[in-house]
């Protein structure tokens, strides 16, 4: 049966480690110079309805450096863009590349395009999850820390799609989770209730300071995600409390890391001087995208 990968729940404990695994092997051959090419005649299609940098430069370069190819899809330029049906598009794409990657407005068009395809799906982020970008900040929290159990994570700001993942893998990861997130801009309830249910500890409350109490990573993302650009000037207000800036820090654990997954609005949810000091890992978060996703596409295709 294909494998798709639109929830980090998608994956068990175990794959996650090995997969975690596979990543730091894959970064740790890509610095002396080998590429085995277990992608051969693989091509990934990359359906972006939302703007990116990061998940469609990695995947297109981890596609490449597996030895496949990665097609960039615009859907404006698509048939799908002048109302062609998801599941039509599902069953065309299907014929032609071997997975598809997709940044979808609606996490609903995510499912049903896996559930029409006969191709693995990627979500490449949604309204509702991130999980690519979680995989990359599970793998740079062991690269740092040498564990996930027990890791006390502070997210600071809007309870959004990244957040949303986040509390999913505290059930495979152990992570403890507290999260500060303005009344009415909290995470869903859903994603709560399934992560407590399966046993991860997750605090949700309104106060950044006791959030960030000893934690040993400070995590934060844009209040203004896209989609809510209209909302932008009102959201400033709102968050203005929970800018992730050196007071705020001083807080948490001693050399405690920060994490961001971007683009970060620099004087908004993070200050200059956080994102570009010694605590901030947010160029390897960053850098990670790749090793984690061509893991993630052996996975699904090899
Ligand atoms: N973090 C992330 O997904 O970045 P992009 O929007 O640039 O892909
Ligand atoms: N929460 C942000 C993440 C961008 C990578 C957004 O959805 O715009």
Same mark, same amino acid.
Request: proline share 3%; aromatic share 4%.
């Given at each position: 049966m294909?494998?798709?990968?639109i929830s980090i729940l998608d994956i068990s404990r175990d794959e996650l480690s090995e997969l975690i695994g596979t990543a730091c092997r894959l970064k740790e051959e890509r610095k002396v110079g080998v590429f085995p090419p277990h992608l051969s005649q693989k091509t990934l299609g990359m359906i972006f309805e939302k703007s990116s940098t990061r998940t469609r430069i990695s995947f297109e370069v981890g596609m490449y450096e597996l030895g496949g190819h990665a097609l960039f899809l615009n859907p404006k330029d698509m048939q799908l863009g002048r109302g062609e049906a998801i599941k039509d598009t599902?069953?065309?794409?299907?014929?032609?590349?071997?997975?598809?990657m997709i940044? &979808?407005?609606s996490h609903q068009a995510i499912i049903e395009l896996a559930a029409h395809g006969d191709i693995p799906?990627?979500?490449g982020l949604s309204d509702k999850e991130h999980p690519c970008q979680i995989l990359a900040d599970i793998m740079t929290i062991v690269e740092q820390l040498h564990r996930t159990e027990k890791v006390k994570v502070a997210w600071v700001g809007d309870g959004n799609n990244v957040c949303n993942s986040l509390i999913l893998s505290a059930i495979l990861t152990g992570m403890e989770i507290r999260i500060a997130c303005p009344a009415g801009y909290q995470p869903s309830d859903?994603?709560?209730?399934?992560?407590r249910e399966q046993g991860a500890v997750i605090d949700l409350g309104e106060d950044p300071l006791v959030a960030v109490k000893d934690a040993d990573v400070v995590m934060t993302d844009t209040?203004?995600?896209?989609?809510h650009e209209?909302?932008?000037r009102e959201r400033e207000k709102i968050f203005a409390r929970y800018q992730v800036n050196k007071e705020l820090l &001083?807080?948490?654990?001693?050399?405690?890391?920060v994490m961001h997954c971007l683009p970060a609005h620099r004087g908004y949810e993070i200050t200059d001087d956080v994102i570009d000091s010694n605590q901030s890992v947010v160029w390897d978060q960053a850098e990670n995208r790749l090793h984690v996703q061509k893991a993630l596409l052996l996975r699904l295709l090899a």
């Amino acid at each position: 049966m294909k494998k798709d990968f639109i929830s980090i729940l998608d994956i068990s404990r175990d794959e996650l480690s090995e997969l975690i695994g596979t990543a730091c092997r894959l970064k740790e051959e890509r610095k002396v110079g080998v590429f085995p090419p277990h992608l051969s005649q693989k091509t990934l299609g990359m359906i972006f309805e939302k703007s990116s940098t990061r998940t469609r430069i990695s995947f297109e370069v981890g596609m490449y450096e597996l030895g496949g190819h990665a097609l960039f899809l615009n859907p404006k330029d698509m048939q799908l863009g002048r109302g062609e049906a998801i599941k039509d598009t599902a069953r065309v794409m299907s014929r032609f590349v071997s997975a598809i990657m997709i940044r &979808a407005n609606s996490h609903q068009a995510i499912i049903e395009l896996a559930a029409h395809g006969d191709i693995p799906v990627i979500n490449g982020l949604s309204d509702k999850e991130h999980p690519c970008q979680i995989l990359a900040d599970i793998m740079t929290i062991v690269e740092q820390l040498h564990r996930t159990e027990k890791v006390k994570v502070a997210w600071v700001g809007d309870g959004n799609n990244v957040c949303n993942s986040l509390i999913l893998s505290a059930i495979l990861t152990g992570m403890e989770i507290r999260i500060a997130c303005p009344a009415g801009y909290q995470p869903s309830d859903s994603y709560i209730k399934t992560a407590r249910e399966q046993g991860a500890v997750i605090d949700l409350g309104e106060d950044p300071l006791v959030a960030v109490k000893d934690a040993d990573v400070v995590m934060t993302d844009t209040w203004v995600s896209m989609g809510h650009e209209e909302e932008t000037r009102e959201r400033e207000k709102i968050f203005a409390r929970y800018q992730v800036n050196k007071e705020l820090l &001083a807080h948490a654990r001693p050399g405690a890391i920060v994490m961001h997954c971007l683009p970060a609005h620099r004087g908004y949810e993070i200050t200059d001087d956080v994102i570009d000091s010694n605590q901030s890992v947010v160029w390897d978060q960053a850098e990670n995208r790749l090793h984690v996703q061509k893991a993630l596409l052996l996975r699904l295709l090899a």
